[in-house]
């Protein structure tokens, strides 16, 4: 299969194609103006970044993060998330209301203005999913994939069939700091090359692999496959983003959460 490295705009075509890995990323600049990325990163200075508690038996690299993920639950049960969920998003929407600005709403209309069926917080018994998170990266981030399709069945979400992260960059990192994305489909015998008890893979996984380097460039607003094997290479100053996955359905419905 061709795999072609980017798109720079945004249809339903370019949607499906990089559900089916068919290209690297879509890649869309400009897509806040620096006013309002300069608003989302003091409001998030303002609440202030914190480490999570992975607890992982190696060294992972540092990175700061607000609001919850589902990632720290999905090994748990659903009675334990739902309650942080909630309480995440309502720090989420109150932080938008402070800085008048929400940008997973403009990343959910941006994508409901180009796919033709709903595109909806994804659920679960009637509870909201985690659906935004904002991370401050300066060391790399290892290599890893995300699809919850994996996940345990006891997940609404384990039931989509693909899908994306999506990234707001809000900061200019200077040298480095760009996104790494191999042609190379998670699977489950992969795990064969995780280290253990923590997210990264070995390098082996992705070796003789075809790869693309997204840069980051402040207001673009970047989706990549994130069954895709990804990683992140260290920056010279800070790497502000804010973002989330997107999953599609068998019914064609877009669910997004973090």
Known sequence: ??????AYKTNEKTLMDLFDNKMSAI???????????????????????????????????????IFDTHYLYE????????????????????????????????????????????????????NDYTHVIARELQSS???????????????????IIAQYAWN?????????????????????????????????YDEKVVEGKESTQIAIKPGSLVFFNSRNFHKVNKSQKMRLSIGGHVGLTSAGNLLMWV
Do not use: R
Not at 44 to 58: E, P, R, S, T, V
Not at 141 to 159: G, N, R, T, V
Not at 188 to 193: F, G, I, L, T, V
């Open 75 to 126: 090994h748990k049960k659903p009675e334990e998330y739902f309650p942080k969920a909630k309480e995440t998003n309502l720090l989420y929407h109150a932080f938008c209301d402070t800085i008048n600005f929400d940008p997973f709403l403009k990343v959910q209309k941006h994508l409901s203005n180009n796919w033709t069926k709903p595109v909806q917080i994804a659920k679960q018994n009637n």
């Open 141 to 159: 981030a290892l290599l890893h994939a995300d699809f919850a399709q994996f996940i345990p069945k006891h997940w609404s979400i384990s039931e």
């Open 27 to 65: 890649i869309l600049e400009n897509f806040i103006n620096d006013e309002d990325c300069q608003k989302i990163e003091e409001g998030l200075q303002q609440i202030g970044l914190k480490h999570y508690n992975y607890q992982y038996n190696i060294d992972v690299p540092e990175a700061k993060h």
């Open 1 to 6: 299969m061709n795999w072609q490295k980017s």
């Open 168 to 200: 707001i960059y809000l900061t200019d990192p200077g040298i480095g700091g760009e996104c790494v994305v191999y042609n190379k489909l998670w699977e489950k015998e992969d795990d064969q090359y995780i280290y253990k008890q923590t997210y990264g």
